[in-house]
């Protein structure tokens, strides 16, 4: 992808993939849907293969709604870190393209259950300034890549390897890189 001229760019819907050199600790081998970009505004996401290994109901004392006392929480990002967030993913076969509905109240995301969505809480989200994402691309911090289905059915823990395993042999390679790779 050509990243020259970004006045034209949006990766609305795509996943951002971390590369292998990228080591801030908020973001070392994380797999981010990004829900909103513009090269003139910014973009926002939210990791994917965050879990933060808690439930809502283990986070907040009261619920309004108990059925969401079982969603799990996610780390989505260093930003905005004070707010809890539902959102639902949904693969969209006629559109080809994963639905991403976030900032649900808790009536919504309970109907969203209800109607067999997978309901998932984000602790935060990740946050890009007008040009920033821009320079992370053409610095090669990421890899982009427009989602299939199968991305819906990885394990948290696995999805940054096996995303790029599935992607190209190329990417498969990446995905062996060490952890720390100064130790190899």
Sequence with gaps: ??????????????????????????????????????SVVGAEGYVLNRPLG????ELTLSMETPDLKEVPVFVGGPVATEH?????????????????????????ASARIAEGFEVRAYVGHAGWA?????????????ITYLPDARIL??????????????????????AMTPDDPSLN
């Design 1 to 38: 992808m050509n990243f020259e001229d970004a006045s034209q760019l949006s990766l609305d819907g795509n996943v951002l993939l971390a590369d292998p050199s990228l080591t801030d600790p908020h973001f070392r081998r994380t797999v981010l849907f990004l829900n909103g970009h513009s």
């Design 153 to 174: 059915k990885l394990k948290p823990n696995d999805m940054w390897r096996e995303t790029l395993e599935f992607m190209s042999p190329w990417h498969s390679l990446l």
């Design 130 to 142: 007008a040009g920033q994402l821009e320079r992370e691309l053409k610095e090669r911090a990421w």
């Design 84 to 108: 809890l967030v539902f959102a639902t993913l949904q693969w969209q076969t006629g559109e080809r393209k994963v639905d991403f509905s976030h900032r649900l109240s808790p009536g919504e």
């Design 54 to 57: 808690k439930t809502v109901g």
